[in-house]
């Protein structure tokens, strides 16, 4: 079974430009979780996928951040523009059941802002 | 509000050496906890949880954790550790929701 996959692993852009992080849960799990971890913070989350419905999206930082999930099959998560601050790893994770058990994890994808 | 909180940010051993990593949470209602690892540039994986029953928790790779309510605490533990378990730690709780609340995180650091 594929995990969870994530990409890019890393990416490096100038502050105002748009960024456009992917997730591809794995197949036939229907909920779908950012989060983040800021440089020397708690790992935190965003926000919260059934199928392509938000469920919840609590932590999204601010309307710079745009998380789509068309057809409840992969999710992006979009920032724009990107400021200094959003630098930091941001992680997806899926799971077939809802309850904050039973999460898979992605590797992450490493977010500089310069 | 439910929170998390690990009391040691690094803590180096020695191979062969027990280790315990200390987790701390507050909520005022019943909890899930975890412990995950994070293995240099790979993403998270579940070491063990505590859903409900024993409060001794055996997971993968020989940690335990045993779940203390009126200390409120996860502790995180290894009889003798490897080389290989160098890696960073983090507890985690969930109120039933589906939002994990994580600690800062742990970097065990074992040396030969």
């Known amino acids: 079974e594929a995990g969870v996959t994530q990409f890019p692993s890393h990416s490096v852009i100038e502050k105002g430009q748009t960024v456009t992080l992917r997730c591809d849960p794995i197949?036939?799990?229907?909920?779908l979780y950012w989060y983040r971890r800021v440089m020397g913070k708690e790992i935190k989350f965003l926000l919260h996928f059934v199928k392509e419905s938000k469920q919840d999206e609590s932590g999204m930082p601010n309307n710079r951040f745009l998380a789509e999930r068309t057809g409840g099959t992969y999710s992006t998560l979009k920032v724009q523009p990107a400021e200094l601050e959003d630098s930091g790893v941001y992680f997806c994770?899926?799971?077939?059941?809802?309850?904050?058990?039973?999460?898979?994890f992605g590797s992450g994808t490493r977010l500089t802002v310069v | 509000a439910q929170s998390v909180t690990q009391l040691d940010s690094q803590v180096p051993v020695f191979e062969e050496a027990p280790v315990e990593l200390r987790c701390n949470y507050s909520s005022s209602v019943s909890v899930y906890l975890f412990w995950y690892v994070q293995y240099p540039n790979q993403g998270l994986q579940l070491l063990l949880k505590y859903l409900s029953g024993s409060t001794l928790v055996k997971g993968i790779n020989g940690f335990e954790a045993e779940f203390n309510k009126s200390q409120t605490s996860f502790h995180l533990r290894k009889p003798s550790v490897h080389i290989s378990d160098t890696a960073e730690y983090f507890c985690a709780v969930s109120v039933g929701g589906t939002a994990l609340i994580f600690g800062k995180g742990t970097t065990l650091s074992v040396s030969s």
């Open positions: 197949s036939g799990h229907d909920n």
């Open positions: 994770a899926s799971s077939q059941v809802t309850g904050g058990y039973g999460y898979t």
